[in-house]
């Protein structure tokens, strides 16, 4: 073998080596897959990564928070340069943030938050504000109804910071109206199995929604779901019964072009490029960090649906 193939054989594996070595690998427990906005969620931390060519751990929970202490644990033992955690519930955390930190490995909180009182547990959370989300989508059927509405809610997640803050931004506005009131409220867990399952008993407990002037769904996907419940129970959703929720999911925007439903708050789900941001300047030494970075999003309606589609479907 000729000697310059040796030596450039050797020095191809130490360039791998070195950059190996200088790679950030970064450990993140998602959530799960529950919805289409969850899904985006994940595919833009995985495109960011890879477009930055940090190393990703990507942890799937399925929704129960005991696989993502696994998870953050394994981060751990593994020894990776930063974590990243879309916590399922806002309890819980405490000990496994406490391993983290003794491990002195930076914690990033993602979207939903983490109920600890000791701060310093984790270096910034970076989130839209649900209880703003709620408020909007209040203010809005409040408008559109001239303050005059019954309203069947689909609750997210027990325990989720999304669940618990849109109800209560919902809440403080509607409280405001004295002919508007939430007439039945129960979990469909931010799936759109569930909505529709959920919605189905509402309708049914409900003289077939007759009465009911909107659904309140902390979520799209749950009130793509329910969409489908009304229609089977003989109501148009969108003029029978309005529709609004938060999110902003293609299929939500083509159930508004279609005069299904009516509004949504955008919820962003690019959150992977400021938090390699944040982690990036933090292992480069720099400690200046906000404890909250918050996104925002518009609410949109009928008005744009089909051009909006438009845009996020790619056609
Ligand atoms: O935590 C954010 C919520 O979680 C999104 O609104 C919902 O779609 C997801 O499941």
Redesign the pocket.
Known sequence: MKISRVLSGAFALALCASQSALATTIGFSQ??S?????TSFSESVKAEAEKRGIELKFSDAQQKQENQIKAVRSFIAQGVDAIMI?PVVETGWKPVLREAKRARIPVVIL??NVDVKNQSLFLTRIA?D?VEEGRRAAQWLMDETEGNCKILELQ??VG???AID?MKGFNEVIAKYPNSEIVRSQTGE??RTKGKEVMEAMLKAENSGKGICALWS????MALGAIQAIKEAGLKPGEDMLVVS??G?PDYFKAMADGDANATVE?NPHLGAPAFDVIEAYLKGDRKVEKLITTTGDLFTQETAAEEYAKRAGN
Not at 34 to 38: A, F, I, L, N
């Open positions: 959530v799960g529950e919805s289409g906005w969850r879309a979207d939903r839209s649900f997210g997640t989720a910071t999304a849109r931010f799936t902390h979520n799209d996907e938060v999110d999911v919820l």
